[in-house]
């Protein structure tokens, strides 16, 4: 399958296409936002020279690749999510809603955060101050354009705070949106066929040189479509630069596991590439 990423780079917009790296001086918004976006950018990279090797290119800080759109999330999307929300609510009586939301035709969506509050690959997510039992979620995120279509794809952390969440399924906005609670990058990735539903998700969760934990699932393993969560969020809202959208985590730590300052957090998806965070809070 075809394909090319594009890099949000303090220096500007880079992409990667077949092994070149090109400059690409073009407002965020206006080139993500369009129809056919692969299609697009291979013809405009004809026009455009090699300009970056890819170590100039690394020494260049990354962005989040992400313009004025908003990021929202899906939840309850996989089994193992479902099990791990009843489970961490089921003293305070709030685990039946995740067993109906995943059962429904409507599923869970939640706005995650304004731009300005998302963290890109290499910078710090963060766990907040009040909260006791945190841990990150790997999500599979769409770009979704203004006109509903599904043109690109990242890496999402929906880094979640669970005491707070299962304390009461009101708190939801509370252990989820909060400053930095959102990663995405490392690049915006652009296919020229949607997605294959055999791609793979993994993470790794490493404290002072220790792996904490490790796994992997393939996306397949999801009981909604993506199409189908897009429809979702379009319903009543219109997104004039388009949207990211998580899709939900599968990949859930055991109970007794709860993110640490200075802890890194690796999320792999076979063609999109790792995004890497340090964990910190807030001061
Ligand atoms: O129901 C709460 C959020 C679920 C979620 O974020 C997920 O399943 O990934
Ligand atoms: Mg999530």
């Not at 961490?88 to 809603?97: A, I, L, V």
């Not at 890194?264 to 790792?274: C, L, Q, Y």
Request: aromatic content about 10%.
């Amino acid at each position: 399958m075809d394909s090319l990423r594009l890099f949000k780079t303090k220096s500007g917009t880079v992409i990667s296409y077949k092994g070149n790296f090109y400059d690409f001086p073009f407002p965020w918004d206006a080139l993500i936002n369009r129809d056919h976006l692969y299609e697009y950018l291979v013809e405009e990279i004809k026009n455009t020279s090699t300009k970056h090797t890819a170590k100039d290119f690394m020494a260049n800080q990354l962005l989040p690749p992400i313009g004025s759109q908003e990021v929202w999330a899906a939840g309850v999307t996989y089994f193992r999510s479902k099990e791990a929300r009843m489970d961490e609510s089921k003293d305070t009586g709030g685990s039946s809603f995740y067993d109906k939301v995943y059962e429904a035709d409507r599923p869970e969506l939640f706005f995650k955060s304004a731009p300005h509050r998302v963290a890109g690959s290499g910078d710090r997510v963060y766990i907040r101050q009040d909260s006791a039992w945190n841990v990150p979620e790997p999500e599979l995120t769409l770009f979704i354009n203004s006109n509903e279509r599904i043109e690109g794809y990242t890496i999402g952390n929906d880094m979640s705070s669970r005491s707070i969440e299962g304390e009461n399924p009101l708190y939801l906005p509370q252990a989820k949106t909060y400053s930095r609670s959102a990663a995405l990058g490392p690049c915006l990735y652009v296919p020229s066929v949607p997605i294959s539903p055999d791609t793979s998700i993994s993470m790794e969760i490493v404290r002072a040189g220790k792996v904490m934990y490790q796994d992997s699932v393939q996306i397949n393993k999801m009981k909604r479509k993506h199409n189908e969560l897009a429809s979702w969020l379009f319903r009543e809202c219109d997104f004039p630069s388009g949207c990211f959208l998580m899709t939900g985590t599968c990949l859930v730590p055991p109970s007794d596991f709860t993110l640490a300052i200075d802890d890194k957090v690796a999320i792999t998806i076979d063609e999109i590439g790792t995004l890497t965070n340090t964990v910190g809070m807030r001061i």
